[in-house]
């Protein structure tokens, strides 16, 4: 481990993004290339640290912040922080790299590098951190920067509201993550997580339920699970290099990590765990469905995001540190699979100009660097053997078969459901951007492969998608250290029921979407017209009508109810002396009473 | 002796009348002359109460204290009217109702 | 005579004539300005060595031999409110040289900007409620004129005749109550009454109780008691309207806290309830009623009443605990709320207009206004690292602690309404691209420029090292629960 690395990973970043502007006087190239280096710099921290993890080493720095609170600033050093750190920074330095092309030209870049730096800083902070509230404030500070980098392009009033409305939505389970945290100071008098281990041997469990739901209900937002996802998918109006680190690799991660991080700190209630592993097989097969009908290639993406992050809470839900792992494997796995996805899409947005996926095709012929790697996150993603996502999805589901029970089986059936779903959706992509006859609009020459400095990191990415499955052993080594007694899963086991089942439903959603969308044997659009078919589209399409419930009960209500109360100031003198009257009248009842 | 009583409940009827006036007349140099009997109501029962601790002896805090507010008062209803004779040119009428545009 | 920081406003003040005779000969505008700042700024030097006095003992010093017990008792929370106070007047005052250059009547206006400043540490330094109502009236009468400044406008005249009438009642019935508490006790001492109206929890007492409430709670805008604040802090200069959010309505909390820790102690008097109902309308309906609001002034003045919810909500809980979260939210209010309008302000006397739809986008016109602009914002709705958070999550923290889980479900729920309207506000004023209205206009001047950009830094500088300010809030906290240690 190199000097003072579990502070330097993250103050490395964020002291970058303070020099931004300084750096932007001078050139903007400068700027640019020192963002990519302060990642690799940092990225090179964080994997100092992890041969230390590896032996089982852990360590605790604290630095004092606010004694009145008996609150400390400090670090923690352990398998799961540092498995973070490295996946953040990796693939911030990737992305920062990537987007020195992908952004070139554009205007305001100052402030797309100062908070692309300060998130990453922040969100390794947030990792690192060792106490509930050092993390809450990063939790925070990554909120603020996803949604500056939302609205980035601000001259779009959809992007501006996108981003709004990601601050907002998540900003809800910030507020239940609090209240979580703050009840559990209360019974436990402190916020570090190695004194929190000690002191919730003494707390009953319908506490512990209540503060592990409340922290629960911040992973739902910042995760954009069930019921708080309405932002995923429109934060998709920033730029992709945006979605992929922040909405695909990494923020979104934040929920989860905190889930497995509360794994290792207090006992988890039965109840509490049921909810966790409802609410992500709920919103895994919820939103692959959303994602079949979507028409924006970033928002494809999107829903599969929200979808793979529902297979990981539930991995959490079963219990198990073998469930524990199978997440933070397809955690990892996610990240690779996703940002390649993201940048891939980002390369096509750069060239073709629009996000409609009716509006491309037959782009593999122009694009093959981009294809070749976009053909490998998409096997991954649908979990095709030997890609990432077979082995990391296959042991979340081999494990929740193993749950055993009426529970783990409806599980699985879900988690197969799924995956299912997932290999349609992503041929659908695959062959509606880059299969088939390009349109007339695009011929010619119009559509030109990427840049070397975004199609590195794509490849680099997509050579790790490869072997980053094969990883799984030295990965549960390192994670075993966490669970001082129970060994983790090295390999999948050849275990024939749940293999074959997977295999099956792989085929199952893979052929007739295959059939549909390459061999066009059906046109596509039969499925959209037609009285039931149709209705199931427009579900669909409207991700089941949720946001536009949101929209009528929190914007409009609120909206009617602020109407109404402005209604009191009704500008007449009297009128305001006769309620100075009344409520000293009331006052005074009020203070009799009790 | 006029039981303290008495006092009392004659200043909370200023107090209240003091108030009332306030909550419901719509000259607005009736209502400063309010806020003048709210503050009278807290004037007098300064005195009310100095002259209640021993017989024959009156206690001079309450008395400074009047005065004091008897001042202040005096300057407060200055302030008060100025505004009253700006609002005039303004409005071109003294009904507080009228000044409504500031409202929601 | 009454400790060398007022004597030092008062001096200044009464002295400004003179200087305005000479700034007439000679031309100059901004001469009265240039020696409220230097009076301002000599009054906060000589607040240093008070502040560290006061955090050992209280500070006695009697006024005539002090045979009525009326005395200046500087204590730490006096101390502590009085530096508040004192920072924001003399911000505002260098903010003011330039925001005024195009006013009449200068003079008066940098006199009563003192005699303002003098009524508040007054106020805060009072040893007895006859000096602190002294003061106080002081201070109200200062506010009254300066929201009526631009007398030429209906707009300040009417929210100046309403202000005042509505204060002034407040205060009418501060009076009253003080009246009563008199005839109880005989002394109007905070020391003594502390000791003697223990055992006074009856009718009368609560009585006296709520008229002393409402007497400050008129000025501390709490619901029901708010209505003038809506209409006074937007009439109001901007620079004027700073303090009056920042600072005039902190004067109040103040009387609240005085009275109802040391006065109405809570085992023997059961308010923290139904304080505590009070301050969760109070934000709900302030969080409200600002969510609609096209005038920029005017949102803010809604917010502020919210705000004045959350640090009473934080009192409420009669804790330790909660009394020092309630004491830091109100040093990090005054400045991000007086931050808000001071920005507010620029924009104002840029464009020359206060509705967000005219004043869309002009924070491209004016970067570091905006910087400034959204530094405060950030840090009112609570996001780390900044200074609102750290309050908010104290406050937060206190409700929880004292067991009042609906209604510290009420904050929280209060935090995201806020939220929402200083999004839009970001979005309006940064996030939009600007009109052809606001072609002309450029960055705000140097002096307006400077206490901004000071108040945005401490306001960064709080959020990530709060340990001082905990620690004080937390020994002015000490000073009113606990008296009688020194």
Not at chain 2, 12 to 22: E, F, S
Not at chain 3, 2 to 9: M, V
Not at chain 3, 296 to 317: C, D, E, H, N, P
């Amino acid at each position: 481990m190199l000097p003072h690395a579990p502070w330097l990973v993250w103050a490395v970043p964020i002291a970058g993004c303070l020099l931004t502007p300084i750096l932007a006087r001078v050139h903007g190239k400068l700027r640019d290339w020192f963002a990519f280096l302060f990642a690799v710099v940092s990225s090179t921290f964080a994997l100092s640290m992890l041969p230390d993890a590896f032996y089982g080493g852990s360590a605790d720095i604290q630095m004092p912040w606010i004694p009145h609170l008996s609150l400390q600033l400090g670090v923690l050093v352990d398998p799961l922080s540092v498995f973070m750190a490295c996946i953040v920074s990796f693939i911030g330095a990737l992305i920062l790299l990537y987007s020195i092309g992908y952004m070139a030209g554009e205007e305001g870049l100052t402030r797309y590098y100062f908070f692309m730096l300060l998130f990453i800083g922040g969100m390794i902070g947030l990792v690192m951190a060792d106490n509930l509230l050092q993390l809450y404030i990063f939790w925070e500070v990554v909120g603020l920067c996803s949604y500056a980098l939302i609205g980035f392009w601000y001259k779009r009033p959809e992007a501006v509201r996108a981003g709004m409305k990601a601050f907002i939505v998540t900003r809800v389970g910030d507020v239940c993550l609090l209240a979580g945290i703050l009840m559990l100071y209360l019974h436990t008098g402190t916020f570090a997580f190695s004194s929190i281990r000690e002191a919730a041997e003494g707390l009953d469990a319908s506490t512990l339920s209540t503060v592990a739901l409340l922290m629960f209900g911040g992973a739902v937002g910042k995760s954009a699970q069930f019921p708080l996802f309405v932002w995923l998918p429109d934060a998709m109006e920033g730029p992709a290099t945006v979605s992929a680190l922040i909405h695909a690799a990494t923020m979104v991660k934040a929920g989860v990590y905190l889930v497995a991080r509360m794994y290792t700190v207090f006992p988890q209630a039965h109840g509490y765990l049921l909810a966790v592993a409802a609410v992500g097989s709920a919103t895994a097969l919820l939103a692959s469905t959303m994602a079949l009908t979507a028409l924006d290639i970033k928002r494809v993406l999107a829903y599969s995001t929200i979808s793979q992050i529902g297979y990981m809470m539930f991995a959490l839900g079963l219990g198990s540190p073998g469930g524990w792992f199978a997440s933070q494997f397809h955690l990892m796995s996610h990240a690779l699979f996703k940002a390649l996805l993201f940048l891939c899409a980002g390369a096509v947005i750069h060239a073709v100009g629009t996000r409609d996926m009716r509006r491309m095709g037959g782009l593999r012929r122009y694009m093959p660097i981009t294809y070749s790697t976009f053909l490998v996150g998409v096997l991954s993603l649908s979990a095709i053997p030997p890609f990432n996502g077979f082995w990391s999805k296959d042991l979340i589901l081999e494990e929740s078969y193993g749950l055993g029970g009426s529970v783990g089986l409806l599980l699985f059936l879900a988690g197969t459901l799924t995956a299912a779903v997932t290999v349609a959706y992503s041929i659908r992509m695959l062959a509606l951007v880059f299969l088939g006859e390009p349109p007339s609009h695009l011929r010619g020459g119009r559509v030109h492969e990427a840049p070397r400095v975004m199609t590195i990191p794509m490849v680099v990415l997509a050579v790790l998608c490869v072997l980053s499955g094969f990883l799984q052993a030295p990965l549960a080594y390192l994670m075993s250290h966490i669970f001082h007694s129970a060994s983790l899963p090295t390999s999948l086991e050849a275990d024939i029921l749940p293999l074959s089942t997977s295999l099956l439903a792989l085929a199952a959603g893979g052929l007739p979407a295959y059939l549909v969308y390459v061999r066009r044997i059906v046109p596509p659009e039969r499925f959209t017209h037609g009285a039931f078919l149709g209705a199931v589209y427009r579900l669909l399409l409207n991700g089941y009508y949720v946001d536009w419930l949101y929209h009528r009960i929190f914007v409009n209500g609120v909206a009617f109810i602020s109407e109404r109360s402005r209604r009191l100031q009704t500008g007449i003198l009297n009128f305001s002396m006769l309620l100075v009257l009344i409520s000293l009248l009331s006052l005074l009842g009020l203070l009799l009473m009790s | 002796m006029i039981p303290l009583s008495y006092y009392l409940m004659f200043t909370g009827a200023l107090y209240i009348i003091g108030m009332y006036c306030l909550a419901t007349k719509r000259n607005m140099i009736r209502l400063v002359l309010g806020i003048e009997i709210l503050i009278n109501a807290a004037n007098l029962n300064f005195i009310v109460f100095s002259a209640m601790w021993r017989p024959g002896f009156i206690d001079p805090l309450a008395h400074a204290i009047v005065i004091i507010s008897i001042a202040l008062a005096g300057c407060v209803s200055a302030v008060a009217l100025t505004l009253v004779m700006y609002a005039y040119r303004h409005y071109g009428t003294l009904d507080i109702q009228e000044l409504r545009r500031l409202r929601w | 005579m009454f400790t060398e920081p007022i004597d030092i406003l008062v001096l200044f003040a009464v002295s400004l004539p003179f200087v305005g005779w000479v700034e007439r000969r000679l031309h100059r505008n901004f001469l009265t300005g240039l020696y409220a700042v230097i009076g301002l700024a000599l009054s906060a030097f000589r607040l240093h060595p008070l502040l560290s006095q006061a955090l050992r003992s209280p500070v006695l010093l009697p006024i005539h031999a002090g045979a009525y017990h009326a005395c200046l008792r500087v204590d730490f929370l006096g101390a502590f409110m009085a530096a508040v106070f004192l920072t924001m007047s003399l911000l505002v005052a260098v903010y003011s040289i330039k925001y005024m250059e195009r006013d009449t009547g200068l003079p008066l206006y940098y006199a009563l900007l003192l005699f303002m400043a003098a009524g508040m540490l007054g106020v805060v330094f009072a040893g007895d409620f006859f000096t602190l109502f002294i003061f106080w009236e002081l201070m109200c009468i200062s506010s009254y004129v300066l929201v009526a400044f631009r007398k030429r406008r209906w707009e300040p005249i009417e929210a100046g005749f309403k202000y005042l009438i509505m204060s002034s009642a407040g205060s009418a019935t501060l009076l009253y109550g003080l009246s009563l508490l008199y005839g109880r006790t005989g002394t109007l001492n905070f020391v003594q009454l502390s000791k003697v109206m223990a055992d006074a929890a009856d009718v009368w007492g609560y009585l006296t109780l709520v008229l002393v409430l409402v007497g400050f709670g008129v000025k501390a805008s709490v619901f029901m008691l708010h209505q003038w604040l809506p209409d006074a802090h937007p009439a109001a200069p901007s620079s004027i309207s700073a303090l009056l959010s920042g600072v005039v309505i902190k004067a109040g909390v103040y009387g609240i806290v005085r009275a109802l820790f040391m006065v109405f102690p809570p085992p023997h008097f059961s308010w923290p309830a139904a304080l505590a109902i009070l301050a969760a309308l109070t934000m709900t309906y302030g969080n409200l009623a600002a969510m609609l609001q096209t005038d920029i002034k005017r949102l803010l003045a809604y917010s502020s009443i919210a705000q004045m919810g959350y640090i009473l909500f934080a009192v409420s809980t009669a804790t330790s605990h909660g009394l020092t979260a309630g004491l830091l939210h109100v040093l990090n209010h005054a400045l991000m709320k007086g931050l808000l309008f001071l920005c507010a302000g620029a924009f104002i006397y840029m464009a020359g207009t206060r509705k967000l739809s005219e004043l869309r986008g002009i924070g491209h016109r004016m970067p570091i206004t905006a910087i400034t602009f959204t530094v405060g914002a950030l840090a009112i709705s609570g996001i780390p690292p900044l200074n609102g958070f750290v309050s908010e999550f104290m406050i937060v923290y206190a409700g929880i602690q004292a067991g009042s889980l609906p209604l510290t479900g009420v904050m929280l729920m209060n935090i995201l309404l806020g939220f929402a309207y200083y999004l839009r506000l970001i979005k309006v004023i940064v996030w939009s691209t600007p009109s052809e209205r606001l072609d002309g206009v450029r960055e705000a001047p140097a002096l307006m420029l400077a206490p901004m950009i000071l108040i945005a830094l401490l306001c960064v500088v709080i959020g990530v090292y709060p340990a001082p300010f905990v620690e004080a809030a937390e020994r002015a906290a000490q000073a009113v629960i606990h008296p009688y240690e020194a």
